[in-house]
């Protein structure tokens, strides 16, 4: 098995979580013995279809992440998508705006919401942005969500969850010190959560 990562052209130069991501996860892989390369910006046809698998990061840098899928697909070679998408639009707003926060004092946050969608569905911005997004989702014969709060916002562009294998995000242990972790909080106890199922990150 041979497969290509590809990323937005500056993921080195501005890093983000999906190029932890993408390193992680390469690394992952290289130690189950499976041929990993690594790489940035626009690749070609020709070069996608060298390998067994494609696999393509990010909804949110949509116009490179939808060009590449494009190629992908014209190379004949499935594609692999860790869609790190979360669309918190609605929440910046209410954060930013103080006519959006306004409304939501006055009318209450669930009917603000409703009126936000309907707003949003008729920017022409938006419609083209979701179209790209679902092309994409169409395109990918797997999706990487890392939860199942992911797959809800993924099922919102496309209703295909049946795409979704949720791989949870980990943690790099040596940057912690496990000797260190602090005694159950009850509630965990209570909902019968065992130690180290979980992590508690305080910011």
Known sequence: MKILMVNRPNAYDKMGGDTVQLIHTASALRRLGVEVDEVVGEQSVEKYSRYNAIHLFNLATIDFTLGEAEKAQLSGRPIVLSTIFWDNEFEQRMFHNPKWTALKNLIGIDMTSSLFERWRKNRSYYQEMR?????????????LPNSIAEIDQLTRILPEPERCDVIPNGINQNR?????????????????????EYALICA
């Open 131 to 143: 179209a790209k997004q679902r092309r994409v989702l169409e395109l990918s014969a797997r999706w």
């Open 176 to 196: 912690y010190n496990l000797k260190l972790i602090p005694p159950m909080p009850k509630w965990a106890g209570d909902l019968a959560i065992n130690s180290r």
